[in-house]
T-cell receptor
């Protein structure tokens, strides 16, 4: 399997612009997670899905952030409008779920820079 | 609520020396515990996990961790450090009641000196 795929790997945008990050989870995985990593705050869970349904979005920082999972093989994280403080590395991860599948498989991340 | 505390944001060891990275957790239910490693410019990858059974868990690259319920600890060790072990290490606990959310520690950066 190719693993979790994220695109783009790097994104540089100006404040106020819309940013869309994309993720393709490992085939057959029922759970998908979006994380944000910064030096100051470490690794933060933003939202996670089970069978394409959002389960917990309590980590989404503001209404400017939204996430969708239209099908089992694709998810997006959108920031509109973007702000400099959104600069971070965003990771997508997937897992099988269930007690036998708790470990998460991470994508390579998208490094977002908002100027 | 579950939480994870990693003691020491940075640890430096000499090549060939023992590696010990400390992790303590808080959980109201039997925990499921993990160690992940992150190399520069990469995502996290699983080193090892504890779910049930044997409390000494062996992982990849010669790492192991021991679950000690009485101490609420899950420290990561490796007998002999290698230069390639330099990375950031994250301890994590999974919450399975009502979902499969994982709480990550703040991470410990391991430096290995030649």
């Amino acid at each position: 399997d190719a693993g979790v795929i994220q695109s783009p790997r790097h994104e540089v945008t100006e404040m106020g612009q819309e940013v869309t990050l994309r993720c393709k989870p490992i085939s057959g995985h029922d759970y998908l997670f979006w994380y944000r990593q910064t030096m100051m705050r470490g690794l933060e869970l933003l939202i996670y899905f089970n069978n394409n349904v959002p389960i917990d979005d309590s980590g989404m920082p503001e209404d400017r952030f939204s996430a969708k999972m239209p099908n089992a093989s694709f998810s997006t994280l959108k920031i509109q409008p973007s702000e400099p403080r959104d600069s971070a590395v965003y990771f997508c991860a997937s897992s099988l779920g269930g007690l036998a599948g708790l470990e998460q498989y991470f994508g390579p991340g998208t490094r977002l820079t908002v100027t | 609520a579950q939480s994870v505390t990693q003691l020491g944001s940075h640890v430096s060891v000499s090549e060939g020396a023992l590696v010990l990275l400390r992790c303590n957790y808080s959980s109201s239910v039997p925990p499921y515990l993990f160690w992940y490693v992150q190399y520069p410019n990469q995502g996290l990858q699983l080193l090892l996990k504890y779910t049930t059974g044997a409390t000494l868990v062996k992982g990849i690259n010669g790492f192991e961790a021991e679950f000690k319920k009485s101490e609420t600890s899950f420290h990561l060790t490796k007998p002999s450090a290698h230069m390639s072990d330099a990375a950031e290490y994250f301890c994590a606990v999974s919450e399975t009641a009502g979902g499969f959310k994982t709480i990550f520690g703040a991470g410990t950066r391991l430096f290995v000196k030649a």
